[in-house]
């Protein structure tokens, strides 16, 4: 299932008429869902002096959020995302306690992107900003951030593109500040400029 779903992505991308679009003076509407996967101590597994440990699991991400275009390399990007995560707790003890759930934060990026190949209909881009991060867990304080990472927008009509992206996140918090990757996939609507 997952190599047909493979080879008919591959092949609509092929088979898309080229368009010759100029980002420059463009906006975009932009949504998509994802997947998120923590590395580093604050999601390694962590064990309490007295026994027990904790262990957490980025999963699902979904988010929206638009562009503007300078130039046809230089832009904007502000995108909002709801990142949920798993958490499991066993006390270690005999017998053990287990307890699990589920928490997330939501995110506000900004950042600045710059567009590769602006030429043609398939454009790379890069991107990186501030962010924000709002955990919904009461004793969680929100933080400040910084994120970077590369996308690509493969536009199948002049105003509408497949917009796929994976963004390096850094939150700055007190201890082991969390690392992730997060990668979206959704589509872009692009309107104004000199289409």
Known sequence: MR???????????????????????????TGGVGYGFG?????????????GTEEHKLTFAAGGGGRYNFTPE?????FVIYQAYDWDWESGGVPALTESGSENWIQINANFTYTMMPEGNTMPYFMAGPGYY???????????????????????????ALDA???????????????FIQFLAGVSYFFGGGQ
Do not use: C
């Open 74 to 78: 230089m832009g904007v990007r502000m």
């Open 3 to 29: 190599k047909s779903a493979i080879i008919i992505i591959i092949s609509l991308l092929m088979i898309a008429p080229v368009y010759a679009v100029d980002l420059t003076g463009q906006f975009a509407v």
């Open 165 to 179: 992206s994976a963004n390096f996140h850094w939150i700055n918090t007190e201890g082991d500040a969390p690392t």
């Open 39 to 51: 590395f580093g101590a604050a999601f390694d597994e962590f064990e309490y002096p007295g026994g």
């Open 134 to 160: 709002m955990p919904s867990h009461e004793d969680a304080d929100s933080e400040i951030g910084f994120n970077g990472g590369v996308g690509v927008l493969h536009f199948f009509s002049p105003e509408l």
